[in-house]
């Protein structure tokens, strides 16, 4: 066992909210050697960022408070151990010494972290100064260039002076880390530090950390849901739950033999473990029990959707932004067909455009045989029944003021589907059924539901038009693991009963290996790669694709 | 166990109220609405030189309801409409529809059935009390009607507050001997009607041509958004004047010109509202459904963006009282019909000032526009989710 850094003993952390109070953290006990990773996984609103909170002392006063627990940090000079503090019992001063300098820490969100107003530079200057009072303007800026170069920032010395919204995300993450580096903590805190990130970008910042992490001989905080990036990261690992710990130990030992029920079935509902357990079934079943038809539904030639770019006086146009440029796409009956790229790649747009929820540019698209491109909005309009949208974020997507008995029977009136009111209602609520949703909860209002049942209820939406098409869009990416999974189950299961065929956008590469027949990988406008599934994920061709594939964090190597 | 179902309040625009007036002075402010509002309804029951019931050889009357005017009778029973609607607690459409039909049926039947005598004889009712020609006499609160001029109480009728133990002038009377307190009392219907009409023809106006201009964008938006700098650009005040000095003073005239002229300011929160609510999922979601488009606009879109409006609403109805008051202040209001502007103006005309004929008046303006703002502040205060995220 490495020396004690950092060790957590029965910590409780209670919040107070009106009347109520939440046991956020409850007897939390463990224990940080130096140089050691430590990964925190659980579900959103298991507690582990308020157990981050809690040793940085960040949670507001007024409504959190500890009612046990030590946090002994152990601080330590030339490699000698100095002293020991309980950061929850000393003064603010102290924790202001503590903190930045000795725990630093990098959050979730790299667009909101940074202070528009201020130069990069300026940001990591400000902190190097508070900690090294009399360092000089000029040792600061010579040390922010450095720290910038450390994250491997391409032209620090001309970087340093540009402000955040000049660079893109990753380059954000990036500054973070260097400004949290720039004061060479004995701690670094790393809240979900990718998780707005994509996967190439992704694995280079965590290739970063641990990089970093070798050469400082620093400890890290991992705060994380995804178990892919765990075994990329950890040494040590602690599952979390409801504010407890339930299971913790060596990484490897964990994800190999989890002990406690809860880790096993978080690491069932991973998709790379539910395509192993469907390749199993497939194999007892001896064939595929859907047939495949090869009659295309869906037919895209060149489609292209441009965003003119304006400017000047006139709001002449300049440019265009070249959101969908040139793809050509045919997905047959049936078929579940995943759209694959990082984030403004251009997939949602084609996905809206094929809704016509979006306006093409040029090129055509059919439906059945059936050119849509051009239809105006009333010859449009029994096509909407048949062409589906599920949306991504479940908490924008239902209208709050409406029940959803209102928001399910709505466009089946529009679509005079239902004789009457009540026969609409029977018919929601078995539609509300096949989604494994009560249906009396049907009376009830989009706040009542939490994320994963809110997206039932959007898919059941979707469904109340016996649609044959359905647009996907990242679905499953705002839902923790075990909700994504029933999602993706009930989504399996729907496409059997009524012949769906789906387009699943998504950037996850696991879910699309699991629950696709055919992928499409698309980068800046265009289809680079299409193919069955297995074939491209398998044996990927273009480089780009081989790239994003290699960048996917896996559980098992 | 993720799927636990989080139950919290029923409904955003409840949860938008209580938050709104759990501070005391939003509170306050309703409650100060509430008695303007009680007083405007009860008007002539409050304050009336009619007796309730009197006794005169030997037969039970009731001057009071032979004198009721079929404004009385409106107001009273679309008053009672929305009573029972309250506690029948129907959706919003059926609530404005039914007090609509109940408005125009009770405007038919008082204007054609009701004909309350045209000279009215105030005296009458006090000359038999003193005579004793009537038996028993049960009287108002406030014994005087707004126009129950005491002429014949010497000069000019003018008497500080209880400054004769036989007549009780709680706020005294003004120069032609009319009662202030009843005056003012009478007066409510105008500060409320002028603040609610005029201010719902601007909301009406506003939120059609501001989500019309919101929802389609492009040429539409360009051309309402002029439209808006135009009607943004006329003094209200000016018109008014201009109006009144061409045409006479007349109420529904300044509703309406107040009403055509600050709807402007309605259809920019509107457009700005339903410019972001364009994007949001569940619109498109609509969208995609093939919904028509009534029901995209005034079911998905209007109930998620009518708070910014609300809260410009309530600060609206103060400016139009604050109008009203400022042209019957300038002697430009209703002549004979009381108002508490009118009321001020007549406080400053005579040769000396006397205090109670300003201080009541002003002080009822004050509030009023004042209670206005303090619900207008908390609504405000509610609908903003960074102050809420701080609390």
């Not at chain 1, 739950?241 to 690491?267: A, C």
């Not at chain 1, 997507?397 to 466009?411: C, G, K, Y």
């Not at chain 1, 044959?468 to 189950?489: G, H, K, P, Y």
Request: with cysteine; proline share 5%.
């Amino acid at each position: 066992m490495s020396e004690p850094l950092l060790e957590v003993q029965g910590l409780k952390t209670y919040l107070q909210t009106g009347e109520t109070t939440v046991k956020a953290v409850d007897d939390v006990s463990f224990r940080i050697g130096r140089g050691e990773t430590f990964c925190l996984v659980g579900e959103s609103g298991s507690g582990k960022s308020i157990t981050a909170l809690s040793i940085m002392r960040l949670l507001p006063k007024d409504i959190a408070h500890h009612p046990a627990g030590h946090i002994q940090f152990t601080r330590y000079e030339n490699g000698q151990s100095a002293d020991t503090l309980d950061l929850l019992s000393c003064s603010d001063r102290e924790i202001r010494t503590i903190r930045g300098s000795r725990i630093a820490m990098i959050f979730q969100e790299p667009m909101n972290s940074l202070n528009p107003v201020y130069t990069v530079g300026e940001q990591i200057m400000e902190a190097l100064q508070l900690h090294w009072p009399d360092m000089s303007d000029k040792d600061a800026r010579h040390k922010a260039i450095q720290a910038l170069r450390e994250v491997q920032i391409p032209n620090p010395e001309q970087r340093i002076d540009e402000y955040p919204h000049r660079l893109s995300g990753g380059q954000r993450q990036r500054v973070m880390i260097a400004m949290a580096m720039a004061c060479e903590p004995d701690l670094l805190i790393a809240d979900e530090p990718t998780t707005a990130l994509d996967v190439t970008v992704q694995a280079e910042i965590l290739r970063l950390m641990r990089e970093l992490q070798e050469r400082k001989g620093m400890s890290i905080l991992f705060i994380t849901h995804d178990f892919g990036v765990v075994a990329e990261m950890g040494h040590q690992l602690a599952v979390m739950r409801l504010g407890k710990l339930v299971e913790q130990g060596s990484v490897n030992d964990v994800l190999n033999s989890p002990q406690h029920e809860y880790t096993r079935q978080l690491l069932a509902a991973l998709p790379e473990n539910l395509r192993k357990q469907k390749r199993a079934k497939i194999l007892q079943a001896t064939q595929q029990k859907h047939i495949q038809t090869e009659s295309r539904l869906i037919e895209i030639n060149n489609l292209k959707v441009y965003f003119p770019i304006k400017k000047g006086l006139f709001r002449h146009t300049v440019d265009h932004v070249r959101a969908v440029d040139d793809v050509s796409l045919s997905i047959h009956q049936g078929q579940i067909m995943a759209l694959v790229g990082e984030s403004g790649c251009g997939k949602t747009t084609l996905g809206r455009t094929l809704l016509r929820l979006i306006e093409p540019t040029a090129g055509t698209f059919k439906y059945n045989g059936q050119e849509l491109s051009q239809l105006g909005q009333k010859q449009l309009q029994p096509y909407r029944r048949e062409l589906q949208f599920i949306f991504q974020d479940p908490m924008s997507s239902l209208n709050p003021r409406l029940n959803i008995a209102a928001t399910l029977t709505e466009p089946m009136a529009a679509h005079g589907i239902g004789a009457n009111k009540q026969e609409r209602i029977m018919m929601a609520r078995d539609v509300l059924k096949q989604v494994q949703l009560d249906p009396d909860y049907i009376w009830r209002y989009p706040h009542e539901f939490s994320g994963g049942q809110r997206q039932r209820i959007g898919i059941a939406r979707s469904l109340v038009l016996n649609p044959t098409f359905i647009v996907c869009d990242e679905v499953t990416s705002a839902l923790d693991v075990s909700v994504q999974a029933e999602i993706l189950d009930i989504l399996l299961r729907l496409r059997e009963e009524r012949q769906l065929t789906l387009l699943f956008i998504t950037h996850n590469i696991s879910v699309v290996e699991y629950i696709s027949d055919e992928i499409a990988v698309m980068y800046q406008g265009k289809i680079i790669e299409s193919g069955k599934t297995d074939d491209v994920t398998g044996n990927p061709q273009n480089p780009y694709t081989q790239k994003l594939l290699a960048a996917v964090p896996r559980l098992y190597h | 166990m993720t799927d636990t179902v989080i139950r919290t309040s029923s409904g955003y625009a409840k949860s938008i109220l209580v938050e709104a007036f759990r501070h005391w002075s939003a509170r306050l402010g309703l409650i100060w609405i509430a008695v303007i509002a009680f007083f405007a309804v009860f008007a002539p029951f409050v304050a009336s030189s009619h007796p309730y019931l009197m006794k005169v050889s030997g037969e039970i009357s009731s001057p009071l309801l032979q004198h009721l005017t079929p404004v009385d009778l409106i107001i009273l029973s679309v008053f009672i409409a929305a009573v029972v609607l309250w506690f029948l607690k129907k959706p919003l459409g059926f609530n404005v529809l039914a007090i609509l039909i109940t408005l125009a049926v009770s405007a038919v039947l008082s204007y054609s059935l009701v004909k309350p005598p045209q000279i009215v004889v105030y005296e009458q009712y006090r000359e038999m009390q003193r005579s004793g020609e009537a038996e028993w006499i049960i009287n108002a609160p406030i014994p005087y009607s707004a126009k129950d001029y005491l002429r014949d109480y010497g000069e000019t009728g003018m008497e500080a507050p209880f400054n004769d133990p036989e007549r009780t002038h709680i706020f005294g009377t003004e120069q032609s001997g009319a009662d202030v307190l009843s005056r003012m009392i009478h007066a409510c219907r105008i500060a409320l009607g002028i603040g609610f009409v005029a201010t719902g023809i601007a909301m009406v106006i506003g939120i059609i041509l501001g989500g019309l201009m919101g929802y389609f964008s492009g040429v539409v938006d360009m051309l309402g958004m002029r439209l808006v700098e135009i009607f943004e650009a006329i003094p209200t005040l000016f018109l008014l004047l201009t109006f009144v000095a061409f045409f006479g003073s007349s109420l529904y005239l300044m509703m309406v010109i107040i009403g055509v002229t600050t709807w402007p300011g309605y259809a920019r929160y509107v457009r700005a509202e339903f410019l972001k609510l364009r994007q949001m999922d569940y619109v498109q979601s609509a969208i995609a459904c093939g919904l028509p488009l009534r029901s995209i606009l005034f079911r998905h879109m209007l109930p998620n963006g009518i708070a910014p409006v609300l809260v410009a609403a309530s600060f609206g109805v103060a400016s139009a009282i604050l109008y009203e008051a400022i042209l019957s202040f300038l002697g430009l209001g209703l002549v004979d019909n009381p108002s508490w502007g009118q009321m001020l103006y007549q406080a400053v005309q005579s040769a000396s000032f006397f205090w109670w004929m300003a201080f009541f008046p002003g002080g009822a303006i004050f509030l009023t526009v004042f209670a206005y703002n303090l619900m207008g502040e908390a609504l405000r205060d509610a609908i903003d989710p960074y102050l809420k995220k701080k609390a």
